[in-house]
C-alpha cells in the first residue's frame, strides 16, 4: 500500500531532550515535506526537501533540524525541544517538484513540557 | 509576501445543500497551483482538488469543484450535495515552486 507513515504518533516530552521524528515513504517520490499544525494558523512548512541530499528552510524552521540521506526517510529532529514547539506535525511527499498533489502521513502530536 | 485567506471560521449547512467555502490567495507569480484539503475529525489530511495557474477550465472531482477567479486571486471551493461526512475542517492552499502555504481552514458543519 502506497503510504506514508510517520513514528511516533503521540510523543511528551520535556524543554531540551533531543527528539527525532521519522518519516518514511514507500512511494519513490522526490519532494518530502514537513509541517505543523497549530489552531487559528492551518499548516506552515517547517523544512523541505527537493531529492536526496537536497533540503531547505520552509516558512518556520527554528528550532528544526532534517535531513535526506536515501530518497524514502526524511526524518525531522529537535535538538532542544520548547513548549512552543507542541503541535501537531505532518510528514508530506510528492512525486516531483512539478506535482502538486501531496500525500500526508497521520501526523505526529508532539507535546512538550 | 505570499499570503492564504480563508475569512469563514465555521460554516452551518443543511445536508443535500450546496455549500461555497472561501479562498483568496496573494501572489506575484505566474506559476501557481491552488489546492483544497479536507481534515476529518480523525486528523488526516484528504486531498481534495488542484488548480493550475494557467489552467482555463475549473478543476471538479465528483461532487468539489474549484470556482477559480484569476483576477480576483480566488480560489472558492464548492460541495454539492453536503453530506454528514463533509463535516470536517477544510483548508486552501498555495503552492509556489517548492513552497507551500496554507490558509487557516473553514470548519464544516453538515446539519442531517
Known amino acids: 500500500e502506497a503510504q506514508v507513515t510517520q513514528n511516533p504518533r503521540y510523543l511528551i516530552t520535556v524543554t531540551g531532550k533531543k527528539l527525532t521524528v521519522t518519516c518514511s515513504q514507500n512511494?519513490?517520490?522526490?519532494?518530502m515535506s514537513w509541517y505543523r499544525q497549530d489552531p487559528g494558523l492551518g499548516l506552515r512548512q517547517i523544512y523541505y526537501?527537493?531529492?536526496?541530499?537536497?533540503?531547505d528552510k520552509g516558512d518556520v524552521p527554528e528550532g528544526y533540524k532534517v535531513s535526506r540521506k536515501e530518497k524514502r526517510n526524511f526524518p525531522l529532529i529537535l535538538e532542544s525541544p520548547s513548549p512552543n514547539q507542541t503541535s501537531l506535525y505532518f510528514c508530506?511527499?510528492?512525486?516531483?517538484?512539478?506535482?502538486?498533489?501531496?500525500?500526508f502521513g497521520p501526523g505526529t502530536r508532539l507535546t512538550v513540557t | 509576501a505570499q499570503k492564504i485567506t480563508q475569512t469563514q471560521p465555521g460554516m452551518f449547512v443543511q445536508e443535500k445543500e450546496a455549500v461555497t467555502l472561501d479562498c483568496t490567495y496573494d501572489t506575484s507569480d505566474q506559476s501557481y497551483g491552488l489546492f483544497w484539503y479536507k481534515q476529518p475529525s480523525s486528523g488526516e489530511m484528504i486531498f481534495l482538488i488542484y488548480q493550475g495557474s494557467y489552467d482555463e477550465q475549473n478543476a471538479t472531482e465528483g461532487r468539489y469543484s474549484l470556482n477559480f477567479q484569476k483576477a480576483r486571486k480566488s480560489a472558492n471551493l464548492v460541495i454539492s450535495a453536503s453530506q454528514l461526512g463533509d463535516s470536517a475542517m477544510y483548508f486552501c492552499a498555495m503552492r509556489r515552486g517548492f513552497k507551500t502555504i496554507f490558509g487557516a481552514g473553514t470548519r464544516l458543519f453538515v446539519k442531517a
Open positions: 508530506a511527499s510528492s512525486p516531483n517538484v512539478l506535482n502538486y498533489e501531496q500525500y
Open positions: 512511494m519513490n517520490h522526490e519532494y
Open positions: 526537501s527537493m531529492n536526496v541530499e537536497v533540503t
